[in-house]
T-cell receptor, first 112, second 115 residues
């Protein structure tokens, strides 16, 4: 079946602009995760959604970052007023609650 | 708190040689352990995982890993390297804290395979 998909695959933006990154999880997966992969920081957990429960936002680096998940499926990660240090690959993963996480191909964000 | 240490950010082996990628973890509760592989410009693909039971875990592409509680290790091995194994490998640990599987990753090891 279809895996996790993310769009866009690449995004180049200017400092100060807002960006939206999209994640389509595997159908039927109730849990959705966002991670950030950057040089010097490795892979960092950002946020987790599980069903209709309140998300765990403990990994979001600042209040410029937010995420939502509509209808328990598609998720959007929004970064406001982007900074150069936001440049990274943003990875989305989904799972069946406690099971293995399956990752999407990522969105490479470059902030000029 | 949990953490993962991968010894060696870069490992280089000859084609046909043994692959050994080291991972040590820290966890106050029984851990779940994972190895993921990342090929260039792709997402992470699960190689294998340890949850409970048999401590020697076999994964895809001929890789295996052994959970050694006494050594807090979960090293990844493959008897004979292939050129297609060149990629970055990540070890991760999780506990189902709060009812979900939050992964803590190591820094990664980039494997190069030369003829």
């Amino acid at each position: 079946g279809a895996g996790v998909s993310q769009s866009p695959s690449n995004k180049v933006t200017e400092k100060g602009k807002d960006v939206e990154l999209r994640c389509d999880p595997i159908s039927g997966h109730t849990a959705l995760y966002w991670y950030r992969q950057s040089l010097g920081q490795g892979l960092e957990f950002l946020i987790y959604f599980q069903g209709n429960s309140a998300p765990d936002k403990s990994g979001l680096p600042s209040d410029r970052f937010s995420a939502e998940r509509t209808g328990g499926s598609v998720s959007t990660l929004t970064i406001q007023r982007t900074q150069q240090e936001d440049s990274a690959v943003y990875l989305c993963a989904s799972s069946s609650r406690r099971d293995t996480q399956y990752f999407g191909p990522g969105t490479r964000l470059t902030v000029l | 708190a949990q953490s993962v240490t991968q010894l060696g950010s870069h490992v280089s082996v000859s084609e046909g040689a043994l692959v050994l990628l080291r991972c040590n973890y820290s966890s106050s509760v029984p851990p779940y352990l994972f190895w993921y592989v990342q090929y260039p410009n792709q997402g992470l693909q699960l190689l294998l995982k340890y949850t409970t039971g048999a401590t020697l875990v076999k994964g895809i592409n001929g890789f295996e890993a052994e959970f050694k509680k006494s050594e807090t290790s979960f090293h990844l091995t493959k008897p004979s390297a292939h050129m297609s194994d060149a990629a970055e490998y990540f070890c991760a640990v999780s506990t189902f804290s709060g009812g979900y599987n939050k992964l803590i990753f190591g820094a990664g090891t980039r494997l190069a395979v030369h003829p």
